[in-house]
């Protein structure tokens, strides 16, 4: 039988904050829309164009793994642009995307964030640490399963409940994507639910809003890939408020993979979730 392990626990929000230094720097190096435009000429794992911005984020987020795994840590990573890689097996998936929004990120407008999960199984019910860095506000949110979630290092105490007009609508959401022949079947549905809608260009940050009661909900209207929901989806938990994938039985049953295999669905309260998913059915 082999010997257990002695590595040391990997510090996880340590390795998040020094990806997020180089994260910064990779913007400073190309400040501009007409440098974060330049396309790499390849095809992610995740299907989409690859920019140099991309790469070049992605590639800050890979060297803090490649300290964490030369210091003992075990595990697979799942990333939107290199798909998966094996860190010496183990348990652990650590789900990646360096860069939610970069649609915002190269025509130089705010919110656009680094998304990182680790979990210890295949599902979203199984994320065990979660952490999104906004850049526009500069906005740091973390979670650990069962121990609560934080928002630039203070704890998401007793967040405030959900806020409804008088007509009993929620009074305001945020959602994704904002193609308008998603959103445009969904308009009087959507009307009688809730007072205002924002698009903020991510699902990580657009999710995050929900862990503070700062929107009253969230939904995204088409199916996501975990590498852009895995973390948010466990700080919004932690925080009190309550997710479902509503493609699977399980509501937090999607798999941590690069497929698009669920619509996410986010509220403060179950009746408000199941008003949320109403209107997407």
């Known amino acids: 039988m082999p010997s257990p392990s002695t590595a040391p626990s990997p510090d996880w929000l340590g ?19 007409v440098e ?4 790499t000429g390849d095809t992610g794992e995740g299907g989409d164009l690859t920019l140099v911005i991309d790469q070049e984020a992605e590639d800050a987020v890979f060297a803090q ?27 652990l998936r650590v789900v990646i995307d360096p860069l939610d929004g970069s649609l915002n990120a190269k025509r130089g407008m705010t919110h656009f964030a680094l ?34 979630a934080w928002l630039n290092g203070r704890r998401i105490d007793s967040p405030p409940s959900e806020r409804r ?10 959602f ?10 969904k308009i009087a549905a959507l009307g009688e639910t809730v007072n205002r809608l924002r698009a903020m260009g991510s699902i990580a ?18 199916r996501t890939r975990s590498v852009d929901v895995a973390a948010a ?16 039985d399980d509501p937090l049953g999607a798999p941590l993979d690069i497929e698009p295999h669920s619509r996410v669905v986010a509220a403060r309260t179950p009746e408000s979730l199941a008003r949320l998913i109403a209107v997407l059915q």
């Open 15 to 33: 390795a998040c904050r020094r990806a997020v230094e180089g994260l910064r720097e990779v913007f400073a190096e190309h400040p501009t829309s």
């Open 36 to 39: 974060r435009i330049v396309e």
């Open 65 to 91: 793994l490649d300290a964490l795994h030369a210091d003992g840590a075990r595990f697979t990573a799942i990333s939107e642009e290199r798909g998966v890689i094996d860190y010496g097996g183990g348990d």
């Open 115 to 148: 998304s990182i999960a680790v979990a210890d199984g295949p599902t979203m019910a199984d994320v065990l640490f979660g952490f999104v860095y906004d850049f526009g506000p500069r906005e740091e949110w973390h979670a650990q399963r069962g121990e609560g």
């Open 165 to 174: 007009t008088g007509d009993g609508r929620l009074e305001m959401i945020t």
């Open 176 to 185: 994704e994507s904002a193609d308008p022949r998603l959103l445009a079947p």
């Open 205 to 222: 940050i657009s999710l995050c809003q929900l862990a503070p009661t700062r929107v009253d909900g969230m939904f995204t209207l088409r």
């Open 233 to 248: 989806q466990l700080i919004v938990r932690e925080a009190g408020a309550v997710v479902a994938f509503p493609e699977f």
